[in-house]
């Protein structure tokens, strides 16, 4: 087993029964130009996550994690499975569906709503396509993991408060045993980040544990792999 100092206490795990997520790195939330920027939100703060997170990333592949899972979040062309609820909300200057300057907004298959090249899964890492916030609505996500024998998540990405938490209280309904990285997740509002962190792991850790990356690293990486992983891109 693996120890990782976290809060509320430390988080253990097997790294051969653990899944990195990496929640929706997508260009239509993170890029300039893309739907969260039309929403008027600063993508910079979405940005900041990406160093700490290609070095995760690089650290999980370089010990092979039991899985490592991407996930976007989009729809079908037709917006079949996007429902009024979700498609009318609020008042963005565009709509999902409508032609953005990275293409449709998060309709599966177009530029905007791919992963960004930062982040880009490699070959024989899983890519779960989600129509909702969280990653098992509507998805093959959770028997991924059940054929694995995950029985753990390290979750980061985007955004904290909305997909990253509902992806977390969807596993923790399920049995699984999260770890949340605070500086690989990310949100438009510092306030709700804050918040959204000490949610997960308020009364002892009712939906989990948080962590930084670093300390996550410094109890994967051998003394070998140091070097290599403080030169990862940032």
Same mark, same amino acid.
């Given at each position: 087993m693996t120890t990782v100092p976290a809060d509320p206490y430390p988080f253990e795990f097997a790294p051969a029964t653990t899944a990195l997520v990496i929640i929706d790195m997508q260009r239509d939330f993170v890029e300039l130009g893309g739907f969260g920027e039309t929403l008027g939100n600063d993508v910079s703060l979405l940005q900041s996550v990406v160093p700490p997170l290609q070095k995760v990333l690089a650290t999980a592949r370089a010990i092979g994690m039991g899985a490592i899972v991407h996930t976007r979040e989009g729809h079908v062309p037709d917006l079949s499975d996007c429902p009024p609820a979700k498609l009318t909300r609020g008042e963005p200057s565009l709509r999902i569906g409508d032609p953005g300057p990275k293409g449709r907004i998060l309709i599966r298959g177009e530029y905007g709503h791919d992963i960004i090249d930062d982040l880009a899964p490699a070959p024989g890492e899983l890519v779960i396509d989600k129509p909702g916030k969280g990653s098992f609505h509507g998805t093959t996500f959770g028997a991924e993991l059940q054929?694995?024998?995950?029985?753990?998540?390290?979750?980061?990405?985007?955004?904290?408060?909305?997909?990253?938490?509902?992806?977390?209280?969807?596993?923790?309904?399920?049995?699984?045993?999260?770890?949340?990285?605070?500086?690989?997740?990310? =949100?438009?509002?510092?306030?709700?980040?804050? /918040?959204?962190?000490? #949610?997960?792991? @308020?009364?002892? !850790?009712?939906?989990?544990?948080?962590?930084? =990356?670093?300390?996550?690293?410094?109890?994967? /990486?051998?003394?070998? #792999?140091?070097? @290599?992983?403080? !030169?990862?891109?940032?």
């Open positions: 054929a694995r024998g995950i029985t753990s998540l390290i979750v980061t990405g985007v955004t904290t408060e909305v997909c990253v938490h509902t992806t977390v209280r969807e596993a923790n309904d399920r049995g699984y045993e999260c770890l949340v990285l605070s500086d690989c997740t990310g =949100s438009y509002f510092p306030e709700f980040q804050k /918040a959204g962190l000490a #949610m997960i792991a @308020a009364q002892g !850790g009712i939906f989990g544990w948080v962590a930084p =990356s670093t300390a996550l690293i410094t109890a994967l /990486a051998p003394t070998s #792999m140091a070097p @290599a992983l403080e !030169g990862t891109p940032s």
